[in-house]
């Protein structure tokens, strides 16, 4: 698989050898993620595994969370994800912003590519306790970091906070509907999820918690 | 393990051969749940599996769900957790029912046993398919349905999706707080948690969802 470009199409290799070259670094990311964590990996550590320069890496992957995306596989970049949902134009001004994540996240799911990666990599952190903390570090830079953005105007003491309960509703969603299947939840429609779930997200994001 | 009475206390064997008896009708109701899930294994064939009569099976355990606690070593009943959540005279006339089921929750899991078993049922049904139809079922049995059955006044008709977004906000909870371990909700005080979820689980049982 090649990684997507900053332009966010795929990219061919430029000269031969870069196929191998690539391997070779996602090869060494995955052993670095796995045995140092999303936080402790390095580019330099990374780079020095495959035997190439930490700017080739910088080259092909731009950023540590673009070449964690291209090592696990993931069809998406989650904090680009969020971006857009954040600043979607398409949302209504009768669309709050809660109810648009839920939509986002649910949009994401219903893809059977990107459901199947994400219930791979959250299966896997149920069961290793190293892939636990490589995926708790992740999603706390990739999503908990960009969404804690949002609410910072409402409350910045809060914010992480914030940010991590709206992780465990989409979360337990994603569980709950397309892991457990628990029937009501995995029959409903998309639309009545958004409506359901949405209102919860936007109390977490600006509304009073204590 | 023996399974606890009718009266909430373990019993204690009353003939000798009892432990051996209930030893291999735990084994054949892991059997059996595990190849027809909680819905589809049947007392008498728990029973038939054991050698030993539908009776018997009865006396000792009393109830299907109370059989699967004792064979999956619950250390709790969870609909009756569930039922004393729902009745508890303790509950004061400014706690709310979300409230009062948030905090009961996080009252059981905040003990590491209930914690273990609780992941490890949880981490079964992540990694076999098996085990996901028979935790899916068991929760829709023993928690969905009473859960339900409080909601029922508000609207019946959807009472059991009301239950459904209520299981995923409350795993979820305990996926980010105790599995994933995320840094705000892990680090998060009880009652911060019960104060910032719980009026979501209040709308979630009575509040409009449309």
Same mark, same amino acid.
């Not at 910088?58 to 993931?74: N, P």
């Not at 069961?127 to 969404?147: D, G, K, N, R, Y």
């Given at each position: 698989?090649? %990684? ?19 391997? %070779? ?8 993620f796995a045995a140092h964590g999303y936080d402790g990996a ?15 890496? *910088? *080259?092909?992957?731009?950023?540590k969370e673009?070449?964690f995306a %291209?090592?696990m596989?993931l =069809?998406? &970049?989650p904090s680009?994800? &969020? %971006? ?15 109810? *648009? $994540? ?16 994400f219930?791979g990599l959250l299966r896997s952190a149920m069961t290793s306790e190293q892939a636990t903390v490589m995926l708790s570090e992740f999603i706390t830079e990739a999503i908990l970091v960009p969404v804690a ?11 992480p906070f914030?940010a991590s309960l709206i992780a465990s509703?989409v979360l337990g969603?994603a569980m ?7 029937? =009501? ?7 009545? $999820?958004?409506?359901?779930?949405? =209102? ?8 009073? $918690?204590?």
């Amino acid at each position: 698989m090649s %990684a997507p470009g900053r332009d966010g199409r795929a990219r061919t290799g430029r000269r031969s050898g870069d196929s191998g070259t690539r391997d %070779a670094i996602l090869d060494s990311a995955r052993r670095e993620f796995a045995a140092h964590g999303y936080d402790g990996a390095t580019i330099r550590a990374i780079a020095s595994g495959a035997g190439v320069d930490p700017a080739l890496v *910088h *080259h092909f992957y731009g950023s540590k969370e673009r070449l964690f995306a %291209a090592a696990m596989r993931l =069809p998406v &970049i989650p904090s680009e994800v &969020i %971006a857009t949902a954040l600043a979607d134009p398409s949302r209504g001004p009768d669309v709050t912003l809660g109810t *648009h $994540l839920v939509a986002s996240a649910l949009a994401l799911w219903e893809s059977e590519e990107v459901r199947g990666r994400f219930l791979g990599l959250l299966r896997s952190a149920m069961t290793s306790e190293q892939a636990t903390v490589m995926l708790s570090e992740f999603i706390t830079e990739a999503i908990l970091v960009p969404v804690a953005a949002v609410t910072r105007d409402t409350d910045p003491a809060s914010a992480p906070f914030r940010a991590s309960l709206i992780a465990s509703q989409v979360l337990g969603l994603a569980m709950t509907r397309y892991m457990l299947r628990l029937g =009501p939840i995995a029959g409903a429609s998309v639309d009545d $999820l958004i409506a359901a779930i949405g =209102p919860n997200i936007d109390r977490y994001l600006t509304g009073d $918690l204590d």
